[in-house]
């Protein structure tokens, strides 16, 4: 039953029959074919949206200031989860007018609105990379397993300590795929016990930033690749 759970839950992930699951435009991933065979103005739109400045840089402010605070596509029969939604908005804005009140509100501007940008498009990288770099896979429903999309499509990110700190140890992401219920503080201590964990996997700092670009799955290469790697398309 746990493993039926999993799969539901990260079955989106890596997988290439499910590019129309939902909104996420970082959990889903056409291949060179099916982005070819796209009109020219669907091929545009596509493309635009995970421009590297459109996907990493304009958007994650917009999903955390607009779309995480209307659960717009959040199942009718999850009441709870929907509610919870509305609670917290009221709580933000509670607690904004709080020190707008006592702070001013444009001082409170100047501080918060740069630190909620700055940390959503942080934030959102570092999800989004570890899941687009070259060597990770991505199959179609028929070869999906969820062990093989937990350790090969994504990664484990290494990170200076400090960042590994300030981030959780979100770096170790594989491992999380593979075991959710592992608490953030053990991941690491998971991954040292295991070495075969390890592989192409591995990403490295530089190699995460480079990997902005990788947006369509080439079957015939095997690997991620970014659209300027493809046959010029009339």
């Known amino acids: 039953m746990q493993r039926v759970h999993l799969d539901a839950l990260f079955a989106n992930w890596n997988n290439l029959d499910r590019n129309t699951s939902g909104h996420d435009i970082y959990s889903v991933c056409l291949t060179v074919r099916e982005y070819t065979a796209l009109s020219r103005w669907n091929r545009v739109l596509y493309r635009a949206a995970r421009h ?5 840089v304009l958007i994650p402010p917009l999903v955390f200031l607009v779309l995480y605070r209307v659960p717009f596509d959040t199942p009718k029969n ?3 989860e929907r509610h919870a939604v509305y609670w917290t ?3 933000v804005i509670a607690f904004i007018a709080a020190l707008g009140f006592g702070l001013g509100f444009h001082a ?9 940008i700055v940390t ?6 570092l999800f989004a990379v570890q899941h687009r770099f070259e060597d990770s896979l991505w199959a179609h429903q028929r070869e999906w397993r969820f062990d093989k999309a937990a350790l090969q499509g994504s990664s484990y990110l290494r990170l200076p300590k400090i960042l590994q700190w300030f981030t959780g140890n979100i770096g170790f992401h594989n491992v999380h795929h593979l075991a959710p219920r592992i608490p953030n503080y053990r991941l690491e201590a998971c991954y040292r016990a295991n070495p075969g964990l390890g592989g192409k996997s591995v990403l490295t700092f530089a190699a995460a930033f480079r990997s902005i670009r990788l947006a369509l799955w080439d079957e015939d290469r095997n690997r991620l690749v970014a659209f300027r790697e493809i046959a010029r398309i009339p």
């Open 52 to 56: 590297p400045l459109v996907a990493h």
């Open 78 to 80: 999850w009441r709870s």
């Open 89 to 91: 908005d009221l709580a």
């Open 108 to 116: 409170v501007l100047l501080v918060q609105l740069p630190v909620t």
């Open 120 to 125: 959503s498009i942080i934030g959102v990288w």
